[in-house]
C-alpha cells in the first residue's frame, strides 16, 4: 500500500541533518521567532552562517523586519506570515509548518546568544575547510600560469581566514588539535627526478654556485638519494675542498650513501652530465617544494576541520603551526627569486675647495742684527 505523506510533515525537516549544528540552527531561528526581541542578543552570525539556504533565507527575513510588539506577537501569527513572506523569496520550500515545528523544537529562547555562538563556530570550521581546499587544489592545478605565485596568494587568504577565527575565538596555551597529520603525498614524478639530476651535475660542475644557493634545502628533494649528494656538495664547498664527481663519490661514501644501495659507478655517471645551470634547476626544486608544501597543509588543516572533536581554538592552533610551515619555504623562496640588490658604488664626500687665506708656509724670518 503506498505511503499517505502527512499534511503536518515538512520535506526540510525529513531530511537527515548532515551535522548536530543543523538542531542548534532550529533552536535559534524557533527563539527568534517565538521572542523576535531576542535578536538584539544575536551577534557574530549572518545569513552566511547558517547550513542551509533555508534556514539562512529564514534569519535573514527575521532580521530585515521591525520586531512585534510582545503582547500582540502572542495573540497572533501576523509577523510570522511577514517572516515566511519575505523568505519565501529565498527558499520557496519554507511553510508555516516548518516555522511552527521551529518554535516547537527550541528549548529555551533564552538561550539564543549561546546557540548563535555555535551557529558561528560551525560557519568558522566551514570557511576554514573551503579556504584550506581552495589552496590544496590550486597548488596541483598545472593549467595556472603563475601557480607559486597564485598559490601564495591563497595561503595569504587561509591565513587571513586563520586570523579572524582567531580574533572571534582567542585560541587558549596548549590547546593542541588532536587529528593525526594526513601523510605526505607520494612522489613518483620522474620530471622531478631529472630536474634533480641535473642539478647535482651542474653543481659539480660549477661548484662556486653551491654556497649562493642556501636557499636550497635537502628537504626540497624528491629522492633521499639526491638529498643526500646535495649535502655533500655543500660540505665540499664549505670546507672549501676541490669539488669534481670523484670527490662527491668520497664523500657520499662517508655520509653512507652507497650503502643504500647505490653504485659507485652510477654515480659517476650521475654527476658527469651538465646542462644549463644550477641556478635554474635549483629554482625548479624549490618551487615543487613550495607547491608540494602548500598542497600538504591544505590537507592537513582540512583533516582538522573534518573532525568534529576539533575546537575553534584547536582550529587556530593547528592553522597557524601548519601554515609557519608554508612560511619557511615561501621565504627561501624569495630569497632565490628576488633579483640581488644592485650595489651602489661607496659615495665619497667631495672636499671642499680651501678658502683663500694667508699662506701656510713662510721664509724663515731673517735675523735682525743690531
Given at each position: 500500500?503506498?505511503?499517505?505523506?502527512?499534511?503536518?510533515?515538512?520535506?526540510?525537516?525529513?531530511?537527515?541533518?548532515?551535522?548536530?549544528?543543523?538542531?542548534?540552527?532550529?533552536?535559534?531561528?524557533?527563539?527568534?521567532?517565538?521572542?523576535?526581541?531576542?535578536?538584539?542578543?544575536?551577534?557574530?552570525?549572518?545569513?552566511?552562517?547558517?547550513?542551509?539556504?533555508?534556514?539562512?533565507?529564514?534569519?535573514?527575513?527575521?532580521?530585515?523586519?521591525?520586531?512585534?510588539?510582545?503582547?500582540?506577537?502572542?495573540?497572533?501569527?501576523?509577523?510570522?506570515?511577514?517572516?515566511?513572506?519575505?523568505?519565501?523569496?529565498?527558499?520557496?520550500?519554507?511553510?508555516?509548518?516548518?516555522?511552527?515545528?521551529?518554535?516547537?523544537?527550541?528549548?529555551?529562547?533564552?538561550?539564543?546568544?549561546?546557540?548563535?555562538?555555535?551557529?558561528?563556530?560551525?560557519?568558522?570550521?566551514?570557511?576554514?575547510?573551503?579556504?584550506?581546499?581552495?589552496?590544496?587544489?590550486?597548488?596541483?592545478?598545472?593549467?595556472?600560469?603563475?601557480?607559486?605565485?597564485?598559490t601564495l596568494v591563497e595561503a595569504d587568504a587561509l591565513a587571513a581566514v586563520?586570523?579572524?577565527?582567531?580574533?572571534?575565538?582567542?585560541?587558549?596555551?596548549?590547546?593542541?588539535?588532536?587529528?593525526?597529520?594526513?601523510?605526505?603525498?607520494?612522489?613518483?614524478?620522474?620530471?622531478?627526478?631529472?630536474?634533480?639530476?641535473?642539478?647535482?651535475?651542474?653543481?659539480?660542475?660549477?661548484?662556486?654556485?653551491?654556497?649562493?644557493?642556501?636557499?636550497?634545502?635537502?628537504?626540497?628533494?624528491?629522492?633521499?638519494?639526491?638529498?643526500?649528494?646535495?649535502?655533500?656538495?655543500?660540505?665540499?664547498?664549505?670546507?672549501?675542498?676541490?669539488?669534481?664527481?670523484?670527490?662527491?663519490?668520497?664523500?657520499?661514501?662517508?655520509?653512507?650513501?652507497?650503502?643504500?644501495?647505490?653504485?659507485?659507478?652510477?654515480?659517476?655517471?650521475?654527476?658527469?652530465?651538465?646542462?644549463?645551470?644550477?641556478?635554474?634547476?635549483?629554482?625548479?626544486?624549490?618551487?615543487?617544494?613550495?607547491?608540494?608544501?602548500?598542497?600538504?597543509?591544505?590537507?592537513?588543516?582540512?583533516?582538522?576541520?573534518?573532525?568534529?572533536?576539533?575546537?575553534?581554538?584547536?582550529?587556530?592552533?593547528?592553522?597557524?603551526?601548519?601554515?609557519?610551515?608554508?612560511?619557511?619555504?615561501?621565504?627561501?623562496?624569495?630569497?632565490?627569486?628576488?633579483?640581488?640588490?644592485?650595489?651602489?658604488?661607496?659615495?665619497?664626500?667631495?672636499?671642499?675647495?680651501?678658502?683663500?687665506?694667508?699662506?701656510?708656509?713662510?721664509?724663515?724670518?731673517?735675523?735682525?742684527?743690531?
Amino acid at each position: 500500500m503506498p505511503r499517505t505523506p502527512d499534511p503536518v510533515e515538512d520535506d526540510l525537516d525529513t531530511i537527515p541533518p548532515p551535522h548536530p549544528v543543523f538542531h542548534v540552527e532550529q533552536a535559534l531561528l524557533g527563539a527568534l521567532l517565538l521572542e523576535p526581541q531576542r535578536l538584539a542578543s544575536v551577534t557574530g552570525i549572518c545569513p552566511d552562517s547558517f547550513s542551509t539556504a533555508a534556514h539562512a533565507a529564514l534569519f535573514a527575513a527575521i532580521g530585515s523586519l521591525p520586531a512585534p510588539d510582545p503582547a500582540e506577537h502572542a495573540k497572533n501569527t501576523k509577523w510570522l506570515d511577514q517572516v515566511l513572506a519575505a523568505a519565501h523569496h529565498q527558499a520557496c520550500g519554507l511553510s508555516a509548518t516548518y516555522l511552527h515545528a521551529l518554535v516547537q523544537v527550541c528549548p529555551w529562547p533564552r538561550h539564543a546568544p549561546a546557540y548563535a555562538r555555535m551557529i558561528e563556530a560551525e560557519h568558522a570550521r566551514r570557511r576554514l575547510k573551503a579556504a584550506a581546499q581552495r589552496i590544496t587544489y590550486t597548488a596541483r592545478n598545472t593549467s595556472l600560469p603563475q601557480r607559486v605565485a597564485t598559490t601564495l596568494v591563497e595561503a595569504d587568504a587561509l591565513a587571513a581566514v586563520v586570523d579572524d577565527i582567531a580574533a572571534r575565538f582567542p585560541p587558549h596555551s596548549g590547546s593542541l588539535p588532536r587529528t593525526p597529520a594526513p601523510p605526505l603525498a607520494a612522489n613518483h614524478d620522474e620530471q622531478a627526478g631529472d630536474e634533480e639530476r641535473l642539478l647535482l651535475a651542474t653543481a659539480t660542475a660549477c661548484p662556486s654556485s653551491v654556497a649562493q644557493m642556501r636557499w636550497l634545502a635537502p628537504g626540497d628533494f624528491t629522492h633521499p638519494l639526491h638529498a643526500g649528494l646535495w649535502q655533500c656538495l655543500t660540505a665540499l664547498t664549505r670546507r672549501g675542498t676541490p669539488v669534481d664527481p670523484v670527490t662527491v663519490l668520497w664523500e657520499a661514501q662517508h655520509r653512507g650513501l652507497l650503502d643504500a644501495g647505490a653504485e659507485p659507478r652510477g654515480l659517476l655517471v650521475l654527476l658527469a652530465g651538465p646542462v644549463g645551470s644550477p641556478e635554474h634547476w635549483g629554482e625548479r626544486i624549490l618551487q615543487r617544494s613550495v607547491l608540494g608544501a602548500a598542497h600538504h597543509i591544505g590537507r592537513r588543516i582540512e583533516a582538522f576541520t573534518n573532525d568534529s572533536a576539533t575546537t575553534p581554538y584547536q582550529l587556530v592552533i593547528g592553522s597557524r603551526r601548519a601554515l609557519a610551515d608554508l612560511s619557511a619555504v615561501r621565504t627561501r623562496w624569495q630569497h632565490a627569486t628576488s633579483p640581488e640588490p644592485s650595489r651602489k658604488p661607496a659615495h665619497t664626500r667631495s672636499k671642499a675647495a680651501p678658502r683663500a687665506g694667508p699662506p701656510t708656509t713662510a721664509p724663515p724670518a731673517a735675523r735682525i742684527s743690531r
